[in-house]
């Protein structure tokens, strides 16, 4: 596992370089600890075929490899959904992912929460608030101890700014963000929240809505990103996107921030270990940097 920090890092997915065998899950955390990384994220993006065999496989892989484990859930979730069928079944697929991965051994669950439907964001609040609620009260009910992340979305239409995501996590037990830094770049689709002021203040809305337990738990995604006028197109690599990663990194360190960073690069670990180096670098140069504790003056006060 990575030298503690501040922040352990990881891929979201097996990395690219995982070999065949073992493979699947086992196989990317064993690649993780290979590495010198500390945390991966399972990317259960389609839907959630695992059985409890392998579920224990990948915990007591992790576990013996002190690696942290999140899942994403399935991309067909709607907290807005305009129909039962399409609400039950986007909520089956999130309470499946949690189950799942409280048995591999996951802490976090990160989904996509939805689209505004062309509706007004102010009064579809409400209604994905009270639905998530319902899901969270279920497993919590059913002993599934995980946190539920719903991730800030990178398109202006999609449910899923960063003040909703900490509002959802203010407002109901068991959820905290999954912020995607690349995301928040993109929404807006004019290059903005690219800098150290506008990434240390989302920072402090986190502290100032959820303490210093949100501020210390934090899951972050990061990678490169192209957008246009309407938010996100994809995903890019570190260094051929404008994305200002290293002031970020800068303003984690300054805010004391904790938790974990994944990478969603189409590199995977090759920028998972850039981001790791980086963050790291600062994180010594900043500890090099801290003032020395003034000498207590020998003389009597006269």
């Known amino acids: 596992m990575a030298q503690p920090t501040g922040f352990v890092f990881g891929t ?3 990395p690219l370089s995982t070999a065949k065998k073992p493979g699947g899950s086992p196989g990317g ?3 993780i600890a290979e590495l010198g990384l500390g945390a991966l994220e399972l990317a259960w993006v389609q839907s959630v075929r695992v059985t409890d065999e392998s579920c224990a496989n990948i915990k007591a892989t992790a576990q013996q490899a002190g690696i942290a484990l ?4 399935p991309y067909y979730i709607n907290l807005n959904a305009q129909t039962t069928e399409l609400l039950e079944a986007g909520m089956e697929r999130l309470r499946a992912a949690a189950r799942a991965g409280y048995k591999a051994g996951a802490t976090d669950i990160i989904f996509h929460p939805g689209s505004y439907m062309g509706e007004d964001p102010r009064e579809v609040y409400p209604i994905a608030r009270k639905r998530l609620a319902e899901v969270a009260d279920q497993l919590r009910g059913e002993g599934v101890d995980v946190i539920l992340r719903p991730e800030t979305m990178g ?3 999609m449910l899923g700014s960063l003040e909703e995501t900490i509002q959802m996590s203010i407002d109901i037990e068991g959820v905290l963000p999954c912020i995607d830094i690349a995301h928040l770049h993109a929404r807006p689709g ?3 929240f690219n800098t150290y002021k506008e990434f240390s203040d989302a920072l402090k809305r986190v502290k100032q809505g959820l303490g210093a337990r949100g501020l210390k738990s934090m899951h972050f995604h990061l990678s490169g990103i192209e957008y246009g006028p309407k938010g996100e197109k994809k995903h890019l690599p ?4 404008d994305l200002k990663y290293k002031d970020f990194f800068k303003a984690l360190l300054d805010a004391g921030a904790a938790g974990r960073v994944l990478g969603e690069s189409p590199l995977m670990e090759d920028d ?3 981001m790791q180096k980086t963050y790291q670098r600062y994180a ?3 500890g090099k940097a801290k003032p020395q504790a003034k000498k207590k003056s020998s003389r009597k006060k006269k």
């Open 12 to 14: 979201v997915g097996s």
């Open 29 to 31: 955390v064993l690649r």
């Open 70 to 73: 999140s899942v994403h859930a």
């Open 155 to 157: 398109k202006s239409a």
């Open 190 to 192: 004019d290059g903005s």
């Open 238 to 241: 570190l260094d051929e996107a």
């Open 272 to 274: 998972a270990l850039l």
């Open 284 to 286: 010594k140069q900043r």
